[in-house]
Structure formats: structure tokens, C-alpha cells
């Protein structure tokens, strides 16, 4: 079973936007609170989790540690397997919206 | 004034217990150690800390890993008893997950699951051990008062045991299995 076409969770499509540039594992929750304004909160437990999930499928790779604060700060970045995954779960999004758009009868948004 | 506080207690369902100690936080009495039964208090501003139970599941990379992880995200680990680890969150830096995340409240629900499966695993496994090896033992040895006492040793701890898992772990088992169910149906 190939495990790319499957559809992502919410929590991993915003940790893995969120890593299109190196980050830790507090920036990760930042970022992705600000992205989703405020409504995923992911709690460090998930996030621990997730992470371990994503390094083992090789969709981000640790890079270093972060220098700002006392260097114990793991940070990670996506992998190119990570990168086209995320791709292909944004044009499945697309395929929602697009299917979503032609398909729904709802007056007030046929008149926009 | 006092500043700190013991409390006795026991808890086989993590829910009660966690909302039990969140109760105890917002009076002012801020959790950091238990051993089971034993819990003890400091105190705190009343609503100062918010408080998770979450169990450790044997992480390769080991539990240190873990701990400076959360603790480098805003949580605080407060204690660690077997597999159980107290953590606590300064209530004004928000709640430790938004209350509609469902995925991850289905990966601590199955956590929890797992842990008392293992400890029904581990009991029956006991009483297994008194039933099929205590017991017959102790009618082969000449009677005197040690193969007596160990017949009925073996006995009390055969039905005891079954009896607690009856009585406490299945309800348990079956509420959290029930909750996951019901989780799953949610993502689905």
C-alpha cells in the first residue's frame, strides 16, 4: 500500500508547511497556531509524536540545533519525499475545493 | 499558614484523576508527587497550573528525549510514577491541545488503553500462576501448616484478583474502549 496517496491529517499538513524552513519543535507550534489562526493548537506530546512519525518516513530529517537559545533545541526541515507528498495532498485539496465549488447548491454562493 | 498538603486517594480511571488534580490546582494546591495513593500538594495561586497525565509508551530514543522536547514547548514535567508522567502548563500560556483535536485525544485515550490492558495482562497472568502452580504445589507437599497456608494463599490471590479485574479494570477497559470508538467515529 503506498501510503503517500493517503489523505493527510491536519496536524501533519500544517507541521509539514511549517518546515519548508528549518524549525524547532516550539516553532513548529507557533507557526502553525499563527497559520491556522489560533484554531490548531497542537500540544507538544502530539507534536513529539508526530515528529518521530515523520523522521521514520523520511519526510523531514533533522538539521542541527537551534543557536538562539541553549542549544538543546532539536530543529527539522522537509525532505524532498516530504515536499512531494505535501504537493500531492495540496492538489487533492484543490480537487475538494474544485469539486466542492461545481457541485454544491446553495443559492448565496451561486450568486458570488 | 500551611503551604503544603497531602492527599490520600486512588484512581484506576486517568480522567477522574486528572480532573481531580486540575480541581486541586485551581484552589491553589499546585500537584508534584504521588506514589499511587499518595498525593502530595504545594501551594500555588489559585488557577496557576493546568495539569495532563500521559503515559510513557518505552520510546527507543528513551524518556529523557521526550521530557526535554515538551519541556523546551512550554510544559512542565512534574513526575513520573511506572508509566505514568504528570505534566503541568502555566494555565495563562493556554490549553495543552484545542479541545476539537481529535486525532490526538484518540492517541492518549489508546495510550491509556494500552496501559491498563498491560496491567490486566500482567494480573492475569499472576493469578494464572497461583491457580495452575501454587495451588497444585501446595496439595503435592505433606500437610502441615506451610502447604495449608500456601493452598489457601493461592486461592485468596487466584479469586482476588479475578475479582478486581471484574469489579475495577474491565469497566475501565471497556469505558476507554467505548471512548475510542467514539473518537473513531468522529474522524470517519
Known amino acids: 500500500m503506498k501510503n503517500t496517496t493517503a489523505a493527510l491529517t491536519e496536524a501533519i499538513y500544517y507541521i509539514l508547511l511549517a518546515l519548508q524552513e528549518p524549525l524547532h519543535g516550539y516553532g513548529i507550534m507557533q507557526k502553525t497556531s499563527t497559520m491556522s489562526n489560533g484554531r490548531l493548537i497542537l500540544s507538544a506530546g502530539t507534536l513529539y ?19 538562539d537559545t541553549d542549544g538543546r533545541r532539536k530543529m527539522y526541515q522537509i525532505t524532498e519525499k516530504g515536499q512531494e507528498v505535501l504537493l500531492a495532498e495540496l492538489e487533492r485539496l484543490e480537487e475538494l475545493v474544485e469539486n466542492g465549488r461545481k457541485n454544491i447548491k446553495n443559492k448565496q454562493y451561486e450568486n458570488k | 499558614m500551611k503551604t503544603s ?89 493556554g490549553p495543552f491541545e484545542a479541545e476539537n483535536n481529535v486525532a490526538a485525544k484518540l492517541r492518549l485515550t489508546n495510550k491509556a488503553f494500552n496501559y491498563h490492558l498491560n496491567s490486566f495482562i500482567g494480573l492475569t497472568l499472576i493469578a494464572a500462576f497461583a491457580f495452575l502452580v501454587l495451588m ?42 467505548k471512548k475510542i470508538n467514539e473518537l473513531i467515529g468522529q474522524i470517519i
Open chain 1, 49 to 67: 509524536g508526530a515528529i518521530s512519525n515523520l523522521l521514520e518516513k523520511g519526510w523531514i530529517l533533522p538539521c542541527g540545533e537551534s543557536p
Open chain 2, 136 to 177: 497444585p504445589l501446595s496439595r503435592h507437599l505433606p500437610e502441615n501448616a506451610f502447604s495449608s497456608w500456601l493452598n489457601d494463599f493461592s486461592i485468596g490471590l487466584t479469586y482476588g484478583i479475578l475479582l478486581a479485574e471484574l469489579i475495577i479494570l474491565l469497566p475501565v477497559l471497556k469505558k476507554l474502549h
Open chain 2, 5 to 93: 498538603k497531602i492527599s490520600i486517594n486512588w484512581f484506576v480511571d486517568f480522567d477522574k484523576e486528572e480532573q481531580w488534580l486540575n480541581d486541586m490546582a485551581k484552589q491553589g494546591w499546585a500537584f508534584w508527587h504521588t506514589n499511587g495513593v499518595i498525593y502530595r500538594f504545594k501551594q500555588s495561586k489559585p488557577e496557576e497550573f493546568i495539569y495532563q497525565i500521559d503515559f510513557d509508551e518505552k520510546k527507543k530514543d528513551g524518556i529523557g528525549d521526550y521530557v526535554v522536547f515538551r519541556s523546551s514547548c512550554g510544559d512542565q514535567f512534574v513526575h513520573q510514577w511506572k508509566s505514568k508522567i504528570y505534566w503541568k502548563r502555566e494555565t495563562t500560556s
